[in-house]
């Protein structure tokens, strides 16, 4: 996993869900983050994507289980 | 074959007996038990949707499997796919209302294979190869007519290894069968003789009254669907499959979203994956409105689920809007700030959001749900509820001992707690309790007028 992707992703979740103490782990879920919920979720995407200028393919947001696989997926759509 | 009547209670061992006897052919003993709890409803048309939804759903798994490895199927099948589960429930349910019968289990079974094929479509789960198998997936007799609404990735391998009977599974499960009986035939359904009167008549009534009769409504509903949802949970762990739990303490909800996670729990599971969560990404370029946009959208379904009529959708809309104003609310307050009076406040809050909403969905037209509300400021008093035979001390002892259902749930922390509670008891403390639940069954039971749970109708 990239170190600095992975900073950028954690510092992106402490400013949206404005709680400078959030802490990720690659099985980290909305159940761990207080303000994370299906409906906050879309927010958490935007702004993902405004901050590594990537865009996600709606089917590929749909298969997202946790927050590793969010890590991944961002790799991706960088690498791609 | 509703699940508190005579009949219900021969089939269960009946069909234990014959799974236990079936050896290595349990399987095939289920599956065949699960369509003569069918073929018992008494329309014959149904099996033709069960198959139909059945073979739709195994050849899109067909035709999914041959892809190309690590690809997925085309999304153009997946979409005539679900047009065909969508075709089918429209179809059984226009047929039903022109034979003035009820599409029973239709709409249950249509939305499991909605979700299976979506989740193949995701790569969430493999296709079923097993026919039979995929067919007892959708028809499994305990949450046939009622749900949950399972998905496949939890149910399918129970079926293909479901748990050894357990004497703590047979107790365990009997209970829970037990306590649901009790919930429905002693409490929502005596609930229910209040309710019909006020809402057959509400002209007769003072606004007390009438106030006093929403909020029982608010009780049967939960009583009795929560009941059909323990016996079908209960049923089922006799023959060692472990159904979801569809309610979570709903009446003790925060806020509207977190009523949502507590209440029909895998329906709501089911729109916000399939409707709600692909509608939202779709529209996530609109921010705010776009989020609003599509919890209107996936609610306005929901209550189209339960009916194409006025007060379902606006109930449905209901929910939408009231989701909608706490996505605002929080966007603007922020995190949210605990504490017993601000809780207190909330759950109150959101219970009478709900309760609103129920007034809109047990009224038969918008009009009639207008001329009840604008009813209940009127002056009265609430003895004019009486029942014909009954006294309203009897109103009074049935309350409180109903509530007492919903507190030890809360105390349990859920049906499942509670009956969980009840089996870690001393013996004679939990034989004393067997022997309660089944008093309460003989001395309070009243049988529902038409012998149905009220979500079969859905």
């Known amino acids: 996993m990239d170190a600095h992707l992975w900073n950028e992703l954690t510092d992106l979740f402490r400013e949206v869900f404005a709680d400078p103490g959030i802490t990720l782990d690659p099985s980290t879920t909305a159940a761990d983050i207080d303000g994370w919920d299906s409906i906050s979720h879309a927010t958490l995407i935007v702004a993902v994507e405004s901050r590594f200028g990537i865009r996600f393919a709606t089917r590929d947001l749909l298969t997202l289980r946790n927050v590793g696989d969010l890590a991944a997926a961002v790799a991706a759509r960088r690498a791609g | ?458």
């Open chain 2, 1 to 458: 074959m509703a699940f508190h009547t005579l009949e219900y209670a021969l089939f269960l061992p009946l069909a234990l007996l014959a799974c236990l006897a079936a050896g290595r052919f349990r399987p095939h003993a289920l599956l065949a038990a699960s369509l003569l709890f069918y073929l018992a409803a008494g329309r014959p048309v149904l099996l033709l949707w069960l198959a139909a939804a059945a073979a739709a759903a195994w050849l899109y798994g067909r035709a999914a499997a041959r892809a190309p490895d690590g690809a997925s199927p085309p999304g153009s099948l997946f979409a005539v796919a679900t047009a065909a589960q969508l075709a089918i429930l429209a179809a059984a349910r226009f047929e039903a209302a022109a034979a003035g019968a009820a599409a029973l289990g239709v709409s249950y079974f249509a939305f499991q294979a909605v979700a299976y094929q979506a989740d193949i479509h995701l790569g969430r789960v493999a296709p079923e190869r097993d026919a039979r198998r995929l067919l007892l997936y959708l028809c499994l007799f305990p949450k046939l007519l009622q749900g949950p609404i399972e998905r496949a990735e939890r149910l399918l391998p129970q079926l293909s290894a479901p748990a050894p009977l357990t004497y703590a599974a047979l107790r365990g499960g009997i209970l829970l069968i037990l306590l649901g009986l009790v919930k429905k035939c002693a409490f929502a359904d005596r609930f229910g003789l209040y309710v019909d009167r006020a809402f057959d008549a509400p002209e007769l009534f003072a606004g007390p009254a009438l106030l006093l009769a929403l909020y029982l409504y608010a009780l049967q509903i939960y009583l009795d669907f929560s009941a059909y949802t323990d016996i079908a949970r209960g049923s089922a762990r006799l023959f060692g499959i472990e159904l979801s739990d569809n309610f979570r303490l709903p009446y003790a909800a925060l806020d509207i979203a977190d009523f949502w996670r507590r209440w029909h729990i895998t329906l709501s599971a089911f729109i916000l994956d399939y409707i709600f969560r692909p509608l939202q990404m779709a529209l996530r370029d609109r921010g705010a409105a776009g989020t609003c946009a599509a919890l209107l959208a996936a609610f306005l379904l929901c209550g189209l689920w339960h009916g194409a009529t006025g007060p379902f959708l606006a109930w449905g809309l209901w929910h939408g809007a009231a989701l909608c104003a706490h996505f605002m609310y929080r966007r603007a307050a922020g995190r949210r700030r605990a504490g017993p009076l601000r809780d207190l406040a909330a759950r109150l809050l959101t219970f009478h959001t709900v309760l609103a909403g129920w007034l809109l969905f047990r009224s038969p037209t918008l009009p009639f749900a207008a001329a009840y509300l604008a009813r209940i400021p009127s002056p009265g008093g609430m003895a004019d509820l009486a029942l014909p035979t009954g006294h309203p001390f009897h109103l009074a002892l049935t309350l409180a001992l109903a509530l007492a259902v919903p507190l030890a749930e809360w105390r349990c922390g859920s049906s499942d707690g509670l009956a969980g509670g009840v089996t870690a008891l001393p013996a004679p403390a939990r034989w004393t309790v067997y022997l309660l639940l089944l008093l309460a069954l003989m001395l309070l039971g009243v049988p529902s007028a038409d012998g149905r749970f009220g979500y079969f109708r859905f």
